[in-house]
């Protein structure tokens, strides 16, 4: 770890922070972008239902759980550099096979079913990899402003992500939407090999290994006195944050009367309102403990739920300035949680482990997604989709119940103080 720091040295922007910190911009365009793509598609060009759109993020959430518990805890084991450009240039050829069968005309809800269940999980791997990758580049005393400006940059992505799916579709062709996607994790996995890593030789893959590590890394998981409630509230925020994303499309589409390029000019506020929240979040994580900004962050954005159940059709302005400030609102308290979470989970476990124990925390927390989405699914073969947004909400509103109940949570003090005890 000597050494890390030193290459660190006290400064954030160094040469593969600085990299690494574009680079996730780029992917994390990619990924939202195939977010509002593969929903759009099958929404617009199969005219798939509410259910089949559920059915689709049924199988994203599957593909996460699928890779990362196969193939998760390698993150320890390998160059995660290489690793990360790897996914990023799968990821690349999935979306191009997508575009490829829109122009022979053979695109299908069985296509997009699998390209989601795939990109999730090459998704999932490069996040995992991803997080245990930025201690190496961060200073411990700088991890919280270092995972701010990625949280950061998260949202930023889904301002651009958001107005291009909307828009890229009604000005060139659907097909432009998996061509860009497709780009976007090209560029990262090239920007990705530029990131220098101190790694030792890696080890020969075996599956039993693979497993014997996520074994371990859930053992650490649920041994965890904070981690292992915080864990918990995620999974259940997922649970039900899953549904919503599941039918709010469908949702803005069809009750709204929405067009995608209405709905895709609604996410551009709702970003910049997201990345604006970066100025808050330090203030949030030295002002409030632990505790207060995890309860407050993980209820708060039910919120953001109930509002999309004003979209009145016909009303276009007022559409796109609610749902712009719900998913704004949203996104301002998921990158505050997301800030403190992570800080949290690099600073309590050990480097060494930090891949293994987001491989298993993740299989957890991105595993409940198809559990989410196919509830959302069900719900929606008999209720309207205001009715199911409206069920999920209030699931999100209790996510916080792990929290208030875990006597260790509510005794740790402010991230600062323990950034200096473990310095």
Request: proline share 4%; hydrophobic share 55%; charged share 10%.
């Amino acid at each position: 770890m000597t050494d890390q720091i030193a290459r660190s040295s006290a400064r954030l922007w160094n040469r593969d922070f600085s990299t690494l910190w574009w680079s996730e911009a780029v992917s994390f365009f990619g990924s939202q972008l195939t977010l509002f793509a593969i929903p759009i598609g099958a929404l617009q060009l199969l005219d798939s239902s509410a259910s089949d759109v559920a059915w689709i993020n049924t199988a994203a959430g599957l593909g996460t759980v699928f890779c990362l518990g196969l193939l998760g805890p390698w993150t320890d084991k390998v160059c995660r550099t290489r690793f990360m450009s790897l996914m990023s240039g799968l990821r690349a050829l999935v979306l191009s096979a997508m575009a490829v069968l829109f122009l022979t005309g053979n695109l299908s809800l069985l296509a997009l079913v699998i390209a989601a269940f795939l990109v999730s999980g090459l998704t999932g791997l490069y996040d995992s990899a991803f997080a245990a990758l930025l201690p190496s580049v961060a200073h411990r005393s700088k991890l919280t402003t270092a995972n701010t400006w990625v949280a950061g940059i998260r949202s930023a992505g889904d301002i651009g992500a958001g107005a291009t799916a909307g828009i890229l579709p009604q000005l060139l062709s659907p097909v432009a939407l998996f061509i860009s996607d497709a780009v976007t994790y090209l560029v990262s996995a090239l920007a990705i090999g530029q990131i220098r890593e101190d790694r030792q030789a890696s080890e020969t893959f075996t599956f039993r290994n693979c497993f014997l590590s996520l074994g371990s890394g859930f053992a650490i998981l649920v041994r965890d006195r904070v981690m292992w409630p915080v864990t918990l509230s995620i999974a259940h925020f997922n649970l039900f944050t899953t549904a919503i994303q599941s039918v709010y499309v469908t949702h803005a589409l069809r009750s709204g009367s929405m067009t995608p390029a209405e709905i895709g000019i609604a996410g551009a506020p709702g970003g910049i309102i997201g990345l604006l929240s970066m100025l808050i979040a330090p203030r949030v994580w030295d002002g409030f403990r632990p505790v207060q900004a995890l309860m407050a962050t993980f209820m708060l954005p039910a919120l953001a739920g109930l509002g999309m159940l004003l979209l009145t059709p016909g009303h276009i302005v007022a559409n796109v300035l609610l749902l712009g400030l719900s998913l704004g609102f949203w996104a301002s308290c998921v990158m505050v949680n997301i800030t403190g979470t992570e800080t949290l989970k690099q600073l309590l476990i050990p480097h060494e482990a930090l891949g293994r124990f987001s491989s298993a925390s993740r299989v957890l927390t991105w595993g409940i997604d198809p559990i989410g989405a196919a509830v959302a699914g069900v719900l929606a073969l008999f209720l309207p989709t205001g009715a199911v947004l409206a069920v999920a909400s209030s699931g999100v509103v209790i996510s916080a119940c792990w929290i208030a109940a875990s006597a260790a949570v509510r005794e740790l003090p402010l991230l600062s103080e323990i950034e200096q005890r473990r310095e």
